[in-house]
């Protein structure tokens, strides 16, 4: 079974400019959750997607946005980039979205390579 | 303070050490434990996960939860070069509500990074 892919890996990008990255999921998944990585703030939670509405959502602006299709694959745009929006940008995919109610069993998240972003 | 504590090292052991990583919570509704592996330039990849006190064995890796004190911790047995990697803590918030439990979002520690040298 293939992972998750994200595209592209890499990306060099001017402030002010926006960006959209793609993400899709393991064959089945319909959840897509995104994640920033830096080195001084680690893993933080972006928003997570189902059934292409948005049923999560972080602690970041709004020019952080998303959506998914109906496929389950999901992009993720960051409008009016900043200096501080370099960071590695994860996307990872599960069958059930968080908070969903469970008898006690719940399904764990998979990881892409991620998408590198530096903004000059 | 953050809700999850880890020591983000580095950490450098040589090769057949036994390696201890940890994690600290403040937050008792975290009832769901997992330990990612995050090799350079890659993504974090699922190593475990527990939802129970005490000790989770698969292979050289043993997960330990101790929810009295809010403490988790990775072992690793007979380590190598290629664990060496960076290791990351994170952990689900519990719900109970009518009709079930349900688990939130990943909270993940800083990470702690681990060289094992031959």
């Known amino acids: 079974k293939a992972g998750v892919t994200q595209t592209p890996r890499y990306l060099i990008k001017t402030r002010g400019q926006q960006v959209t990255l793609s993400c899709s999921p393991i064959?089945?998944?319909?959840?897509v959750s995104w994640y920033q990585q830096t080195p001084g703030q680690g893993l933080q939670f972006l928003f997570e997607?189902?059934?292409?509405?948005?049923?999560n959502k972080g602690n970041f602006p709004g020019r952080f946005s998303g959506r998914q299709f109906s496929n389950s694959r999901s992009e993720m745009n960051v409008s009016t980039l900043e200096l501080g929006d370099s960071a590695l940008y994860l996307c990872?995919?599960?069958?059930?979205?968080?908070?969903?109610?469970?008898?006690?069993?719940?399904?764990?998240?998979?990881f892409g390579p991620g998408t590198r972003l530096t903004v000059t | 303070q953050k809700e999850v504590e880890q020591d983000p090292g580095p950490l450098s052991v040589p090769e057949g050490a036994i390696v201890s990583l940890n994690c600290t919570y403040s937050?008792?509704?975290?009832?769901?434990f997992m330990w990612y592996r995050q090799y350079s330039r890659k993504g974090p990849e699922l190593l475990m996960y527990?939802?129970?006190?005490g000790n989770k064995e698969d292979g050289r890796f043993t997960a330990q939860v101790d929810k009295s004190s809010k403490y988790i911790s990775l072992f690793i047995r007979d380590s190598q070069p290629s664990d060496s990697a960076t290791y990351l803590c994170?952990?689900?918030?519990?719900?109970?509500?009518?009709?079930?439990?349900?688990?939130?979002?990943?909270?993940f520690g800083q990470g702690t990074i681990l060289t094992v040298h031959p």
């Open positions: 990872a995919s599960s069958q059930t979205p968080i908070n969903t109610k469970t008898s006690g069993f719940t399904y764990e998240q998979y």
């Open positions: 064959s089945g998944h319909r959840s």
């Open positions: 997607y189902f059934s292409e509405t948005q049923r």
């Open positions: 937050n008792s509704a975290f009832q769901y």
């Open positions: 527990t939802y129970s006190s």
């Open positions: 994170a952990m689900r918030k519990k719900r109970m509500n009518a009709g079930g439990t349900s688990y939130g979002k990943l909270t």
